[in-house]
C-alpha cells in the first residue's frame, strides 16, 4: 500500500532563511505521481507542484524548488529567502496509476506546519 | 480558474441529527472527491465519484454516503452524525480519471457535532 512521510510536524525559522521540507513515500507501482499542496490559514489547499515518476529533473520556481530523488523515494522541497507569507501548512501527497483496484484519490502525508517569523 | 464551493465553512450539529455537506465545481469536471482532515492524521479520501450517479468507497467510508445526480454537485451525507465525525471536510474536483491531473479543492466545511 502507499504511504507518505512528512516526518517534520512542524518548522519554524525567521524571515530570508531556506528552509527544506522532506516527504518520503512508499509505493509499489512504477508510474505513479508526487503533489506538494499549500494550505494556507484560509484553509483551502492550493496547488503547486506536480512530478511523474519518469521525470526526475528538480524544479525551480522563483524561490520554490523540488529535488525528487527515485533512489532515496524522495521529494522535498525547499523555500529559499522565506517570506511570511510562506506561512502555511504544506502537505506532500502521491497518486499511483495502477494501485491495485485500491482507491483513487490521493494519499496524503500529515503536513508539516510552516512558520516564518518576522 | 476552477472554482470549487462548499455550500458552508462552519456547521454545528447534535448528534443523530443527519447532515448534508454540498459542494460545488465551475469547470465541469468529471471527478469529485471527499476528504477529512483530521491533525495529525493529514487527509483521508471518504468517497470519490468519476461521473454522475457513480461512487466508489475510499479509505474510510463508515458513517458516510454521498450523492452525485448531477456533473457539478456532490454531496456527503452523515446519516446519523457522531461526535467523532467532528472534522474539517474538504471537497475536490478533477478534470478527468487521469491521475496527474491537479486536484482542485474547496475552502472546506469544519463540521462541529455535540
Same mark, same amino acid.
Given at each position: 500500500?502507499?504511504?507518505?512521510?512528512?516526518? !517534520?510536524? *512542524? =518548522? $519554524?525559522?525567521?524571515?530570508?532563511?531556506?528552509?527544506?521540507?522532506?516527504?518520503?513515500?512508499?509505493?509499489?507501482?512504477? +508510474?505513479?505521481?508526487?503533489?506538494?499542496?499549500?494550505?494556507?490559514?484560509?484553509?483551502?489547499?492550493?496547488?503547486?507542484?506536480?512530478?511523474?515518476?519518469?521525470?526526475? !529533473?528538480? *524544479? =525551480? $520556481?522563483?524561490?520554490?524548488?523540488?529535488?525528487?530523488?527515485?533512489?532515496?523515494?524522495?521529494?522535498?522541497?525547499?523555500? +529559499?529567502?522565506?517570506?511570511?507569507?510562506?506561512?502555511?501548512?504544506?502537505?506532500?501527497?502521491?497518486?499511483?496509476?495502477?494501485?491495485?483496484?485500491?482507491?483513487?484519490?490521493?494519499?496524503?502525508?500529515?503536513?508539516?506546519?510552516?512558520?516564518?517569523?518576522? | 480558474?476552477?472554482?470549487?464551493?462548499?455550500?458552508?465553512?462552519?456547521?454545528?450539529?447534535?448528534?443523530?441529527?443527519?447532515?448534508?455537506?454540498?459542494?460545488?465545481?465551475?469547470?465541469?469536471?468529471?471527478?469529485?472527491?471527499?476528504?477529512?482532515?483530521?491533525?495529525?492524521?493529514?487527509?483521508?479520501?471518504?468517497?470519490?465519484?468519476?461521473?454522475?450517479?457513480?461512487?466508489?468507497?475510499?479509505?474510510?467510508?463508515?458513517?458516510?454516503?454521498?450523492?452525485?445526480?448531477?456533473?457539478?454537485?456532490?454531496?456527503?451525507?452523515?446519516?446519523?452524525?457522531?461526535?467523532?465525525?467532528?472534522?474539517?471536510?474538504?471537497?475536490?474536483?478533477?478534470?478527468?480519471?487521469?491521475?496527474?491531473?491537479?486536484?482542485?479543492?474547496?475552502?472546506?466545511?469544519?463540521?462541529?457535532?455535540?
Amino acid at each position: 500500500a502507499q504511504k507518505v512521510t512528512q516526518a !517534520q510536524t *512542524e =518548522i $519554524s525559522v525567521v524571515e530570508k532563511e531556506d528552509v527544506t521540507l522532506d516527504c518520503v513515500y512508499e509505493t509499489r507501482d512504477t +508510474t505513479y505521481y508526487l503533489f506538494w499542496y499549500k494550505q494556507p490559514p484560509s484553509g483551502e489547499l492550493v496547488f503547486l507542484i506536480r512530478r511523474n515518476s519518469f521525470d526526475e !529533473q528538480n *524544479e =525551480i $520556481s522563483g524561490r520554490y524548488s523540488w529535488n525528487f530523488q527515485k533512489s532515496t523515494s524522495s521529494f522535498n522541497f525547499t523555500i +529559499t529567502a522565506s517570506q511570511v507569507v510562506d506561512s502555511a501548512v504544506y502537505f506532500c501527497a502521491l497518486s499511483e496509476v495502477f494501485s491495485g483496484g485500491g482507491a483513487d484519490g490521493l494519499t496524503f502525508g500529515k503536513g508539516t506546519h510552516l512558520i516564518i517569523q518576522p | 480558474d476552477v472554482k470549487v464551493t462548499q455550500s458552508s465553512r462552519y456547521l454545528v450539529k447534535r448528534t443523530g441529527e443527519k447532515v448534508f455537506l454540498e459542494c460545488v465545481q465551475d469547470m465541469d469536471h468529471e471527478n469529485m472527491f471527499w476528504y477529512r482532515q483530521d491533525p495529525g492524521l493529514g487527509l483521508r479520501l471518504i468517497y470519490f465519484s468519476y461521473d454522475v450517479k457513480m461512487k466508489e468507497k475510499g479509505d474510510i467510508p463508515e458513517g458516510y454516503s454521498v450523492s452525485r445526480e448531477k456533473k457539478e454537485r456532490f454531496s456527503l451525507i452523515l446519516e446519523s452524525a457522531s461526535t467523532n465525525q467532528t472534522s474539517m471536510y474538504l471537497c475536490a474536483s478533477r478534470r478527468d480519471r487521469v491521475r496527474d491531473n491537479e486536484q482542485f479543492f474547496g475552502p472546506g466545511t469544519r463540521l462541529t457535532v455535540l
